[in-house]
């Protein structure tokens, strides 16, 4: 399904993963070197979309680059989880844009939208 899925995407997300990358083992090693120099590694807290999804393939990289992953499993937090929580926020994934399929984009909308959840007016 995973393969279907990208066939279906545009060329530019077919080219963003398939070309210029780098050695997995560095870019796992940059990134938990990038939380070391930036906090505690018990206060890391990842978000995933949905965690047993997202998590679970980075956690699976690390484990065959054999690297400990940069956070305790049970930091781990589920971006939907939270979404459904607070139905009344306006949430409409057209706001990110019908472009290539990116990891950073997706982020960032969903960071954006845990922001409107957080400064949500209560009834």
């Known amino acids: 399904s995973t393969v279907i899925f990208w066939l279906r995407q545009g060329d530019e997300a077919r ?13 796992l090693q940059d990134f938990s070197d990038w939380i070391k120099e ?4 018990e206060d890391v807290r990842p978000w995933g979309n949905s965690n047993a999804f997202d998590l679970t393939i980075v956690s699976g990289a690390y484990k065959r ?11 781990e937090r589920d971006f ?17 844009g019908k472009g290539a399929h990116n990891a950073l984009e997706d982020a ?9 959840i957080k400064n949500r007016k209560q009834a």
Do not use: M
Not at 67 to 73: G, L, Q
């Open 38 to 41: 930036t906090c505690r590694h």
């Open 15 to 27: 080219h963003s993963i398939a070309y210029n990358g780098q050695d997995i083992r560095k870019v």
């Open 108 to 116: 960032i909308f969903q960071a954006r939208h845990l922001f409107k």
């Open 65 to 75: 680059a054999d690297i400990k992953a940069p956070w305790y499993w049970t930091n």
């Open 80 to 96: 939907r989880t939270v979404r459904n929580l607070y139905p009344t926020v306006e949430y409409n994934p057209d706001e990110k």
